[in-house]
DNA sequence: TAACAAACGTTACATTATAACACTATGATA
DNA sequence: TATCATAGTGTTATAATGTAACGTTTGTTA
């Protein structure tokens, strides 16, 4: 049995941060609002992101430099992310559909390289920005 | 017909030491090069880039910051992006493949959003890295 | 309890990117 | 041909993002 793993205090503070943010985070921004509770340093809330990746707890938002929860409950380990991302009001939305991931995971270039991870990133117009 | 862009002198120098390269540069090495050209500012090369990219000349590497000559002769407006990338050698390949494309062009989500460009990163052990 | 790994705290620094301002070149058009 | 709009240039300064290097502390496990 896959033993959860238990979140050191740092880490602790900067997921609970993450996840109560409905939008991307900098990790700049995180540091500012972390630092009345003892975290000083950017290296201190990279380190922390970092591990948090690793455990699939966040992905990071490539094209934004910005750190968001991840959404699928069962994401141990983070392998394959997609996002959807309005170019307008820069909300980002994690993408599960399965019959994406799969295609991807399937995917082969010609070369024969070996593929662990993937990262999509869709940038578009996002329903209510739409309408406006 | 369509024109064929006009480049500046700017945009020339740079775009030609992308082309030459057989790997993504970052925008300080690129700046770094381009010295004895008389760009002497982060400035004259980002605003050279941005261009380029719009353009569809060249791509960027978003995990990686760093830049890429577009490979598909074709490509006059950059929307569609997808590159593999070695985590031993950090080689960078873009990948063109029709198949690939076609299904994210026609891929949408739930909830309605409209995508007007991806980019598609996949991370893994190129065949040379594979071997050794 | 010794040994090790992981996390921590701190200072300093490296890298990546943009703001703001003034100026120049170019082509379109009235 | 004046003048207008647009794109590009050059410069200084600074913002934002991310790491190196060091030593200490904490937790796990043999």
Redesign the interface.
Known sequence: MAQTQTLSKNQKIILDIIEKANEPLKAYSILFSVQKKGIKAPLQVYRALEKLIKLGKIHKV??RNAFIACKSSNCEISKATAF?I??TCEKV?E?S?QK?SK??KN?H?K?????????????????TC?RN
């Open positions: 490539e094209s959807s309005c170019e939305t993408i559909d994406l295609y991807l995917f270039d070369t024969g390289m070996i593929y662990k991870k993937y990262n999509l990133e869709f940038y578009g117009l996002c329903t739409k």
